[in-house]
T-cell receptor
Framework: QQPVQSPQAVILREGEDAVINCSSSKALYSVHWYRQKHGEAPIFLMI?????EQKGHDKISASFNEKKQQSSLYLTASQLSYSGTYFC??????????????FGKGTKLSVKP | KAGVTQTPRYLIKTRGQQVTLSCSPI?????VSWYQQTPGQGLQFLFEYFSETQRNKGNFPGRFSGRQFSNSRSEMNVSTLELGDSALYLC??????????????FGPGTRLTVT
C-alpha cells in the first residue's frame, strides 16, 4: 500500500534537472508532495487531485497520471536550496479518508555547486 | 499566522514509562494528524482528529492513543514505551473542512528517545 518512490537518491550539479517518481498499486484520490531538510519539518510543496492535472510554481512542477496511479515531480535548473528529502503522500479513496496520507520512503536529493 | 507548535521538542524516557506529546495547530485549523518518522520505516500515519473526533487511525498498537480538545489542540500518548518507539513524532494541521485534497502543515516534531 505504501507508494514506491524512485530514485532513492540523486546527486545533481546546480542548474541540472531531476525527476522524482511516485507509484501506487492503489487507486489514488490525490498526491501530496513535501520536502524535508535535515532536522526540519516537512514543507508542503503541492497537491494534485485525480483528473490528471499538472501543477507548478517557480521551477518545481508535478503531474499526476490517474490511469497509471503515478505522480512525477519535476525540478528544473536546480538550486542549492532544493537539497533535501522529497516525499510523496498518497490519499486513497475519497474525502472521508483525507488526513490519512500514506507516504513513500522518500528521495534524497543533493545539489552540489 | 503562527505555525504548528509541538512540545516538548526533545524527550528521553525509559522502557515501560509513558509519555504525552502536545501539538497546537495553526489558528483556524480543526484537523490534526500525527505521524511517526523513523529512518527505517519513514513517515507513518498514526491518527487524525477533527473537531475532537478521531476520523482515521493508522496501523499502530493500542499503546498509541490521542485526543483533541475543543480548541483543536491535540495530545498523543504512548504507554509502556518500547525501544522501538524511539522516533520523531510529527504533528500536522490542516484546514480540512469536509472538502478533499487539502494540504497539511507540519510542526517541528518531538524527538523521543527510549532507553
Amino acid at each position: 500500500q505504501q507508494p514506491v518512490q524512485s530514485p532513492q537518491a540523486v546527486i545533481l550539479r546546480e542548474g541540472e534537472d531531476a525527476v522524482i517518481n511516485c507509484s501506487s498499486s492503489k487507486a489514488l484520490y490525490s498526491v501530496h508532495w513535501y520536502r524535508q531538510k535535515h532536522g526540519e519539518a516537512p514543507i508542503f510543496l503541492m497537491i494534485l487531485l485525480k483528473g490528471g492535472e499538472q501543477k507548478g510554481h517557480d521551477k518545481i512542477s508535478a503531474s499526476f497520471n490517474e490511469k497509471k496511479q503515478q505522480s512525477s515531480l519535476y525540478l528544473t535548473a536546480s538550486q542549492l536550496s532544493y537539497s533535501g528529502t522529497y516525499f510523496c503522500g498518497t490519499e486513497i479513496g475519497y474525502g472521508g479518508s483525507q488526513g490519512n496520507l500514506i507516504f513513500g520512503k522518500g528521495t534524497k536529493l543533493s545539489v552540489k555547486p | 499566522k503562527a505555525g504548528v507548535t509541538q512540545t516538548p521538542r526533545y524527550l528521553i524516557k525509559t522502557r515501560g514509562q509513558q509519555v504525552t506529546l502536545s501539538c497546537s495547530p495553526i489558528s483556524g485549523h480543526r484537523s490534526v494528524s500525527w505521524y511517526q518518522q523513523t529512518p527505517g520505516q519513514g513517515l507513518q500515519f498514526l491518527f487524525e482528529y477533527f473537531s475532537e473526533t478521531q476520523r482515521n487511525k493508522g496501523n499502530f498498537p493500542g499503546r498509541f492513543s490521542g485526543r483533541q480538545f475543543s480548541n483543536s489542540r491535540s495530545e498523543m500518548n504512548v504507554s509502556t514505551l518500547e525501544l522501538g518507539d524511539s522516533a520523531l513524532y510529527l504533528c500536522a494541521s490542516s484546514p480540512w473542512d469536509g472538502t478533499t485534497g487539502v494540504e497539511q502543515y507540519f510542526g517541528p516534531g518531538t524527538r523521543l528517545t527510549v532507553t
